[in-house]
């Protein structure tokens, strides 16, 4: 378990860019595989990237691919997301997420163990 909190969220322009920031504490980040999960209102939680605990490989569903980069930062013990392009299809709460699993896998990603609080972000055409 890790204690996750996210920052940046807020309103965003369409076509616009935004960085949300999730800040790990008690655990070191290195030791987790992280990810970034939306709930857009009305539709289920989404996994929209990953980075995976023993090389940083990445993963992107295709919604996310070449608009999202999830990176990690070990000095600052944090993740973070950055959003490019966005568009209203990105509105939703963002919630960071850790799990002790090694590599990135789709199917694992809802029951990732360390969930943060959550972060509005709203897209405005």
């Known amino acids: 378990q890790v204690r996750l909190v996210e920052s940046g969220g807020g309103l965003v322009q369409a076509g616009g860019s935004l960085s949300l920031s999730c800040a790990a504490s008690e655990r070191t980040i290195s030791s987790f595989t992280m990810g970034w999960w939306r709930q857009a209102p009305g539709k289920e939680r989404e996994g929209v990237s990953c980075?995976?605990?023993?090389?940083?490989?990445?993963y992107y569903p295709d919604s996310a691919k070449a608009r999202f980069t999830v990176v990690r930062d070990a000095f600052k013990n944090s993740v973070y997301l950055h959003l490019n392009n966005v568009t209203s299809e990105d509105t939703g709460v963002y919630y960071c997420?850790?799990?002790?699993?090694?590599?990135?896998?789709?199917?694992?990603?809802?029951?990732?163990?360390?969930w943060g609080q959550g972060i509005q972000v709203s897209v405005s055409s």
């Open positions: 980075i995976s605990r023993s090389d940083d490989s990445t």
């Open positions: 997420a850790a799990d002790e699993i090694a590599v990135c896998n789709p199917r694992h990603m809802p029951f990732f163990g360390s």
